[in-house]
DNA sequence: GTCTATAGTAAGATAGAC
DNA sequence: GTCTATCTTACTATAGAC
């Protein structure tokens, strides 16, 4: 008695998340589909939930908004992003890499390499059509994993290092936004390694 | 009697541009004060008659609509910088300048002047929170602004050359948004400095 | 040209059944 | 957890008197 009600338990929870789980991931699926179509502005939010095969209901159940929608959308991206960065560099580590100027061009490319597989999303994020306060959030977090890696490239707190924080963080999301209006492999790629050449150029470690 | 009758028009219509270009200043510099004080999205238009001393269907009546009113106080802003820079590149060339790139950091200078000088209006406008569709407006303006200079300092439309473009609107757009943020005059002048600086090391005249 | 008062609209958010 | 139907609310936009 016992073990079949727990064996049943067990199974209607497991499905109950399997199902929870599929519908979040259809929202934000769908989520990305409409919003890279149409923008954050002019999506309904009914127009997501349709697509998903889902309700009103679910999506509010989910994420609590629009706006809650797409930044959950943002993070999942973000999340990816930075998995990919650290991997590469930590495997260039391994490969005996050590000059902090190299590893940070290493992340910048596997970076840019991101930019071009989801390059729907750079177009969403770069448009500048998000919910009010998104910009900010977005750069703050660009800036943050800029930061950790400009200490290391040497820069400190004063206005100066700070542009150069800025500046970097600029020209990686320039680069970024560059390579997403892309159409061919060819050209992202060309754009990625122009971009390590300006980067090198620019010698941050030597600011200073 | 006609001469009166002209006079006396004359006088009235006088009166009333005065009193119309009064309006559309007031409401002018008020939404400058609203929007830059609560952001775009959280002004409401009613918040920025009241401060005028106006009234909605004047709003309307000269702009059109909230996203328009916006829109008109950013062009009255590129205007006046575009000026300046104008200015201050005649300038030099009257002084005998003719390397684009000296130019060129002349008008960057003045732009990032500018900049602190309107500090309040540029943190509005890097804010991100602006109507739909503006964020690719204000783009569209500064690259423009900065192609024009590019093609001087020889970039082509390749995708490296639509690069540089890209990297440079970028180093002077984040300058300007560190120099927004600044609080003293003096950090502000050393940016701009460092951003020159920054921007030879770039050597956009030899990227290619 | 200016103003007040009002209408329209539309979308995000919620309540409550299943 | 999911769904449908409804609500609310806040804002833009207009109409029409002065």
Redesign the pocket.
């Given at each position: 008695m016992t073990r079949k009600a727990v064996r049943t338990t067990a199974r209607d929870s497991a499905w109950?998340?399997n199902?929870?789980?599929?519908?979040?991931r259809a929202l934000l699926d769908a989520a990305r589909e409409i919003f890279c179509e149409q923008g954050f502005?002019?999506?309904?939010?009914?127009a997501v939930?349709r697509r998903?095969?889902?309700?009103?209901?679910?999506?509010?159940?989910?994420f609590?908004?629009?706006?809650?929608l797409f930044v959950a959308l943002w993070e999942d991206y973000e999340d990816a992003r930075e998995r990919d960065a650290s991997e590469a560099v930590a495997q260039a580590k391994e490969a005996g890499e050590t000059d902090p100027l190299e590893l940070f061009l290493v992340g910048t490319r596997s970076f840019l390499d991101g930019c071009w597989r989801r390059r729907d999303l750079v177009r969403l994020w770069m448009d500048g059509d998000g919910p009010p306060g998104f910009e900010l959030m977005r750069r703050g977090r660009g800036r943050e994993w800029i930061r950790r890696n400009a200490v290391l490239l040497g820069a400190g707190g004063e206005p100066v290092d700070r542009l150069v924080v800025g500046v970097l963080t600029s020209v990686i999301g320039e680069a970024g936004r560059e390579i997403g209006t892309c159409s061919r492999k060819r050209d992202a790629d060309a754009i990625r390694d122009a971009t390590v050449v300006l980067i090198r150029r620019l010698d941050p470690l030597h600011v200073r």
């Open positions: 109950q998340w199902r929870s789980e599929q519908t979040r502005t002019d999506s309904a939010i009914v939930v998903a095969g889902s309700s009103v209901g679910s999506l509010y159940h989910h609590g908004g629009k706006t809650e």
